[in-house]
């Protein structure tokens, strides 16, 4: 598969955190007029400019634009993107490519890097598959430059089909943009209908292409403010980077809902990225979050921060922590390993069992079966061994293997189960087909008892920041009580996370995160209906399947 290249020119281990600027009062710097969000207000006698947008470039070698399927797999809720930012750095393209990696458990369909060149021309390549996949030296000679953007994709908003593939990359009359975006937008619809009527024209069915006909029509100046203006018209989840000619700006939302952190590499560069995971892979120290609200302006001048919008509590996704992140990351000022680890113990604590052994459901499960075990006293073991070479299609045989998806990727150890009571500790159930497959699996290796330990509350409703849930409709939780999941999925026992509990863990600091999918409660109003198109077990299982089963829905 090639891709191509297209030239633009013109509680626990808590960090400190420094005071958040944008939950008191913008700062000096920001002109007064951008402090509060304005409408959206489209001359129609006066169209917008025009703006061209570049998404993918790469096709499959069969021509097709959506991938073949095959059933079961695991029934997850998906973190939609991972973003990254380098400034001043003259390895930037490598350097972006090797954070790419680092996050490429945040997206896996799609891999994109934007650089500017010496010429102050930018530059991007796109492609669909893994990062190694979309990459190769022959690609990153083609990157050069000190500054540069990446974006590994899973899709939200947007089929997953080569033209939505970011960073995008802009041009119009006052010179080239790109950004890539990690969130979802629950206006898109609104605006977009909008700016159709008044004369744009839209390249790709993502909520990303949105904000660069926002900065395209911003009369703000100078040209950050543009971003800024055009950030104040969007609502719900974005941590965005951006890249110009001479600039590098990051954004997050004024609540904080998705994750970004700023670095600093031994040279001087600054990098921003998702997760701190991608950071320690490039030798980049961690220096703070991303304030939500905060927008940061990356030049030869230095770094300066401004204030997008004041918010006094922020609503972090609680998820990260549960499930997104890895665990060796920081998130929201927090070790990822430990509040998994303490979610593990808080279940030996509350839910305890009479067991012989304790597993996990690799890999997200794991740290807190650690957590588990070394609460209870009862032995930690692999009783589940995930394999991570399950491509993206696979041939089944014609002759039907039940639970044939669940088998290729986790396989039980019968010397470890045979006769045994075990505690099989996962981080979610969403809609139980998966979780019914794995308690299926483990009796058939023998195990005498099957207790089923969720390191997280109930899942009772869909998120609409960033996050690829099924419908509340199609959710277990939200039908069925503990008892009744149980039932379904087969196990002897079943045990959640305590919400009361999470929030008594979260301490002071519980009021910051968003616990939508556990409550129902959204701190920003969906102004659209989430459906899923095509259902079936890939929405469902989430290991592989087509491009059209995953496109999402909108009704009003």
């Not at 470039?57 to 797999?73: I, K």
């Not at 609503?315 to 000022?333: A, D, R, T, W």
């Not at 969720?454 to 009772?460: D, E, G, L, T």
Request: charged letters at 20%; hydrophobic letters at 35%; glycine letters at 8%.
């Amino acid at each position: 598969m090639a891709a191509t290249t297209t030239t633009f020119s013109s509680s626990l281990s808590l960090i400190p955190k420094p005071n958040n600027p944008c939950t008191t009062k913008p700062l000096s710097l920001l002109p007064k007029p951008f402090l509060k969000p304005s409408p959206l207000s489209l001359s129609s006698s006066s169209p917008p400019p025009p703006l061209l947008v570049h998404g993918v470039s790469q096709y499959f070698s069969s021509g097709e634009h959506s991938l073949p399927s095959f059933e079961d797999g695991d029934e997850k809720p998906r973190e939609e993107c991972g973003v990254v930012g380098i400034f001043g750095d003259p390895e930037a393209s490598r350097l972006c490519y090797l954070a790419l990696h680092a996050l490429q458990h945040r997206g896996q369909e799609g891999a994109g890097i934007v650089t500017v060149s010496n010429e102050k021309v930018l530059q991007t390549i796109t492609g669909v598959g893994l990062v190694s996949e979309v990459f190769n030296e022959s690609k990153l000679d083609q990157l050069p430059g000190e500054f540069a953007i990446g974006h590994v994709r899973y899709s939200t908003a947007g089929a997953s089909m080569l033209k939505n593939v970011q960073p995008f990359v802009a041009g119009y009359r006052f010179g080239s943009i790109g950004v890539a975006h990690n969130g979802n937008l629950v206006n898109y619809k609104q605006l977009r209908a909008t700016l159709e009527e008044n004369g744009s024209i839209f390249n790709t069915s993502s909520d990303t292409e949105v904000v660069l006909h926002l900065i395209a029509i911003s009369k703000a100046r100078p040209f950050f403010m543009r971003i800024v203006d055009a950030c104040e018209k969007l609502q719900g989840a974005y941590s965005m980077v951006f890249v110009t000619e001479d600039k590098l700006v990051a954004v997050r939302d004024p609540h904080g809902f998705r994750p970004l952190v700023m670095g600093r590499r031994s040279n001087g560069a600054v990098v921003f990225a998702s997760e701190t995971c991608a950071l320690d892979l490039i030798e980049a120290t961690y220096e703070r979050e991303v304030y939500p609200g905060e927008v940061l302006v990356v030049d030869k001048d230095g770094v300066k921060s401004q204030c997008l919008m004041p918010h006094n509590e922020p609503k972090q996704c609680i998820f990260e922590h549960i499930y997104f992140s890895l665990p060796n990351s920081i998130v929201f000022g927090r070790s990822v390993y430990e509040s998994r680890h303490v979610f593990g113990e808080i279940l030996a604590t509350e839910s305890p069992v009479d067991c012989d052994v304790v597993i996990a459901v690799p890999d997200s499960g794991v740290v807190a079966a650690l957590g588990y075990a070394a609460k209870s006293g009862v032995a930690f073991q692999q009783g589940l061994i995930r394999s991570h070479y399950v491509g993206r299609t696979f041939i089944e045989p014609s002759q039907k293997i039940r639970d044939f998806g669940v088998k290729l990727k986790l396989s039980p150890v019968r010397g470890v189960l045979e006769g045994k009571r075990v505690v099989v500790v996962d981080d979610s159930i969403v809609r139980g087909t998966t979780s019914s497959k794995i308690v299926r699996l483990l009796r058939e290796a023998g195990a005498k008892e099957v207790h089923m330990r969720i390191a997280s509350p109930p899942i009772v409703a869909s998120c609409y920041y960033g996050v690829d849930t099924p419908s509340s409709e199609e959710l277990i939780s939200n039908r069925m009580s503990v008892q009744e999941i149980s039932d379904f999925i087969g196990s002897d026992s079943l045990a959640f996370l305590s919400f009361d509990t999470l929030k008594k863990h979260l301490g002071d600091d519980s009021k910051s995160f968003c616990y939508a999918c556990f409550t129902g409660d959204y701190p920003v109003k969906p102004a659209e209906v989430k459906v899923k198109r095509g259902g079936g077990d890939f929405i469902d299982d989430g290991l592989v399947g087509s491009f059209d089963n995953i496109e999402a829905g909108w009704v009003r």
